[in-house]
């Protein structure tokens, strides 16, 4: 996993155009054959149809700029699709569940044939950390300013979002969620000593190598294989 942190952002899009930079950057230096990337990673590929297949995916890429959608008009997309009998996914998500890996996958593969941001999911679905958004007309419920990235083929490949920096709205979150606030006294801390606005994203290394490689295997790509009992590097 790839932990990354922004200061002094305010905006979820912020934050997405920084990951779409990030990805684009280590794509276009793959593409411009730096460090001879590109001539090694086509070595690999086990046939001429997997070579063409990573090309295309390089291309895809870097081809324009990537689409975003709130998580409310992907539901609505998906509702769409399913109620017109375009595609019948084996579960219809309702406004507030998860959006599965059926979803995602058409969603970035289908719909939009593009890597694709949702943004502002429902607050009961996410972190307790995370900023909540101002009420907008049209939302079932409160939502939170994170995103997921969703790529073709893969699915999620990133999910981020803007941190609370402000103490007690963190306090105020965690009792209404009836966490105990013990274990995050440490968390207090960092915030006591001064915050400011900022937000950041995970974003699953191994699965970008494997998309760009067009490995089947997502175990081929791990530098550090880990298993239970066993973590060694």
Not at 3 to 29: C, G, P
Not at 171 to 196: A, H, Q, T
């Amino acid at each position: 996993m790839l932990e990354v942190e922004v200061a002094f952002i305010d905006r979820i899009s912020q934050l997405t155009k920084f990951s779409e930079k990030m990805i684009k950057s280590v794509v276009s230096n793959l593409v411009e054959d730096k460090n001879n990337m590109r001539t090694n990673l086509l070595k690999t590929a086990r046939s001429n149809e997997t070579a063409e297949l990573m090309k295309n995916r390089w291309e895809m890429l870097l081809a324009k700029e990537w689409d975003s959608v709130t998580y409310t008009q992907a539901i609505k997309i998906i509702h769409e699709a399913h109620d017109s009998g375009k595609v019948k996914f084996s579960a219809r998500p309702s406004w507030g569940d998860s959006l599965g890996s059926e979803h995602e996958k058409w969603l970035a593969g289908v719909y939009f044939k593009n890597p694709v941001f949702v943004t502002d999911y429902p607050l009961e679905e996410k972190a307790f950390y995370m900023k909540i958004n101002e009420p907008t007309l049209g939302e079932e419920a409160p939502t939170v300013a994170c995103f997921d990235l969703l790529v073709p083929d893969i699915g999620e490949l990133i999910g981020g979002s803007l941190r609370e920096h402000n103490l007690e709205n963190l306090k105020r979150e965690i009792s209404r969620r009836g966490m105990s606030p013990d274990p995050l006294s440490w968390y207090f801390k960092i915030c006591e000593n001064g915050s400011v606005p900022h937000g950041g994203y995970g974003m699953g290394f191994e699965r970008l190598l494997q998309y760009l490689s067009c490995t089947e295997n997502i175990r081929d790509v791990i530098p550090f294989p880990r298993s239970a009992d066993n973590c060694l590097c």
